[in-house]
């Protein structure tokens, strides 16, 4: 079996039930693999639910087809040690487009979730009406900078916020994207000579969390992704909850200030104008300028220098100002997640974005306000962590959307 024909769409409309029975097994056999890492031929029979000569035979196959190889020795106690397979990482490169607000990341990733590359640009989305035109010309020059052809890439993956709608590849929220194209996903298709997939990028966090971190194995949960903007991805029942159009979780736009700053979304005192990083930054630099004591005050006059991560900074030296609107925007976080505990009731809730950084000062905060705001029978079996993936999560779940649909289809 070619790995080309993962992506063609003329299949025979009737297929023997061997072959179909065939094709199954090394389906599962790949996502296995993708999901575990190695597994010995007695494993995989176990998987499978098949004898060691069929499942030698799907083995040989895809190691021909350049998708497994022998990877080592695994351990024994009796006689020979078993040989390890895995997804061959020579081959069948994807690339992850992590595209934010204010920067725009290109990685190159083995099907050992690897990143073999990594280019990073100031390519910012917002007010760039040019930003499709300039992201394939920074594709091209990654590419070449990698040292990989086109033809080792399999597919492309975009990780974006806004209101992405993946089935039909569209961003609503950025729509001027994809203008004279049917879809985003088409337009970048037919630019990067490649098949494209779109993923939000709270739920390309969730996905990853869920695949690779600590909410590996959970069922119910909930990962709040607080960068430029607040974003909540949701595992129900081991998937992730997409909602009618693809939007379930717009967290950042549920009203906590009646009262308070217009959002760009049009509405007033959304969570996302008191928590989200951009917020954060506004709130300060107004506050500098009105005379606010603080050690960010040294910016008083080069107010654009003040960031997120210089507020993190004077935080962690002390400042008792910068604390403060770290602590008051816990507590508003922990006030929005109440409602999200109350509609889904989460084993887990992973914390990840820039924010996370800000740990020290807004878990405890956070876990105050949803004993305030919860019933107690929700929270008793609740845990609230801060990610260990290091910001990978959403390169990780846009891998594995991309990877787990490829390996459905093949």
Request: proline share 2%.
């Amino acid at each position: 079996m070619n790995a080309d024909i993962v992506f063609d769409e003329e299949r025979p409309e009737q297929q023997s039930v061997v072959d179909y029975k065939k094709n199954q097994k090394q389906r599962k056999l790949l996502a296995y693999l993708y999901a575990e890492g190695t597994c010995t031929l007695a494993r995989l029979t176990k998987v499978l639910h098949s004898s060691v000569p069929s499942v030698t035979n799907l083995v040989d196959e895809l190691i021909q087809d350049q998708w497994v190889t022998p990877i080592g020795m695994g351990s024994g106690s009796n006689g020979r040690r078993p040989v390890l397979f895995g997804l061959n990482s020579q081959y069948h490169y994807t690339v992850v487009l992590d595209i934010s607000t204010h920067d725009t990341k290109i990685l190159f990733m083995n099907t050992q979730r690897e990143v073999v590359h990594r280019c990073d640009y100031p390519l910012q989305l917002i007010n760039n009406p040019d930003y499709v035109l300039s992201l394939v010309d920074c594709f091209t020059m990654a590419l070449t900078d990698s040292g990989l052809s086109l033809g080792q890439l399999i597919t492309v993956g975009v990780s974006m916020p806004g209101l992405v709608d993946a089935r039909r590849g569209i961003n609503l929220t950025y729509k001027n994207l994809s203008k004279g194209y049917d879809s985003l996903t088409q337009c970048l298709s037919e630019k990067l000579s490649k098949p494209v997939y779109i993923l939000n990028d709270t739920k390309a966090t969730v996905l990853g969390e869920s695949r690779f971190g600590n909410a590996k194995g959970k069922q119910q949960m909930l990962a709040i992704n607080i960068d430029w903007g607040v974003g909540l991805g949701i595992l129900v029942n081991g998937h992730v909850f997409q909602g009618a159009s693809g939007f379930a979780g717009e967290l950042g736009h549920i009203q906590v200030e009646p009262e308070g700053e217009l959002c760009h979304c049009g509405k007033i005192g959304c969570l996302d104008t008191v928590t989200s990083a951009s917020a954060l930054v506004r709130r300060v630099q107004r506050d500098m300028q009105a005379g606010q004591v603080s050690k960010l005050a040294v910016f008083r006059h080069e107010i654009d220098k003040i960031d997120i991560d210089e507020i993190i900074s004077a935080a962690r030296h002390g400042d008792s100002y910068a604390i403060d609107v770290l602590h008051e925007a816990g507590l508003q976080l922990g006030k929005g997640l109440s409602v999200a505990i109350s509609l889904f009731n989460p084993e887990v809730i992973i914390i990840d974005g820039v924010l996370a950084e800000a740990a020290t000062f807004i878990l405890n905060t956070i876990e105050q306000a949803i004993n305030k705001y919860c019933l107690s029978d929700f929270r008793n079996d609740l845990t609230i962590e801060i990610t260990q993936l290091n910001g990978a999560a959403k390169w990780l779940g846009t891998h594995a959307y991309m990877m787990e649909d490829i390996f459905a289809n093949y």
